[in-house]
T-cell receptor
Framework: DTEVTQTPKHLVMGMTNKKSLKCEQHMGHRAMYWYKQKAKKPPELMFVYSYEKLSINESVPSRFSPECPNSSLLNLHLHALQPEDSALYLCASSQGGYGNTIYFGEGSWLTVV | GQNIDQPTEMTATEGAIVQINCTYQ??????LFWYQQHAGEAPTFLSY????GLEEKGRFSSFLSRSKGYSYLLLKELQMKDSASYLC????????????FGTGTQLKVEL
């Protein structure tokens, strides 16, 4: 089973709202990721958590705040977003921090109005 | 620098074979992945190459030549459901498990 579950599937939020995207996996994976994908573009890495610690932050603006409460959960807190932040946000996980296949969730479609 | 190139679009006929190429110029290369992505869906893992040679998985095969900075994905017995974007992604040494994706090749399978 290579299932990564993301909620919500769709989210519409105003520029002054605070919302969160959630991701869960029960494969025992110890690395989790957030990617952002705009239409007709490849996914772009935002954050990597390895063993519940933030290991990579790709210079993401502070209006995006990741959180890893435990090894199975990954959140992305959103605050004061801009319309250009509208995109598909993909969560992914892998068995270890290095050398393992990365499996993606179905994604959360975010629209900022 | 880290550059990866794929053709933007390809069209092939149902039942045929198609080869999607991916070339890269990057230092510290340490593995190349292929993913399939249907419109509006998440990328699905297809294959992984870290050593030179061909990896075969059913109708899909992937080849890597590290000395040439070149990989391809070979799809046999094409089906209409194979119409999708195909993304190659590479991992670099010392980059943790960070994947960087190419721009993707949009494959259209026609009757």
């Amino acid at each position: 089973d290579t299932e990564v579950t993301q909620t919500p599937k769709h989210l519409v939020m105003g520029m002054t709202n605070k919302k969160s995207l959630k991701c869960e996996q029960h494969m025992g994976h110890r690395a989790m990721y957030w990617y952002k994908q705009k239409a007709k573009k490849p996914p772009e890495l935002m954050f990597v958590y390895s063993y519940e610690k933030l290991s990579i932050n790709e210079s993401v603006p502070s209006r995006f705040s990741p959180e890893c409460p435990n090894s199975s959960l990954l959140n992305l807190h959103l605050h004061a977003l801009q319309p250009e932040d509208s995109a598909l946000y993909l969560c992914a996980s892998s068995q270890g921090g290095y050398g393992n296949t990365i499996y993606f969730g179905e994604g959360s479609w975010l629209t900022v109005v | 620098g880290q550059n990866i190139d794929q053709p933007t679009e390809m069209t092939a006929t149902e039942g045929a074979i198609v080869q999607i190429n991916c070339t890269y110029q990057t230092s510290g290369f340490n593995g190349l992945f292929w993913y399939q992505q249907h419109a509006g869906e998440a990328p699905t893992f297809l294959s992984y190459n870290v050593l030179d040679g061909l990896e075969e998985k059913g109708r899909f095969s992937s080849f890597l030549s590290r000395s040439k900075g070149y990989s391809y994905l070979l799809l046999k017995e094409l089906q209409m459901k194979d119409s999708a974007s195909y993304l190659c992604a590479w991992r670099v040494t010392g980059g943790g498990n960070k994947l960087t994706f190419g721009t993707g090749t949009q494959l259209k399978v026609e009757l």
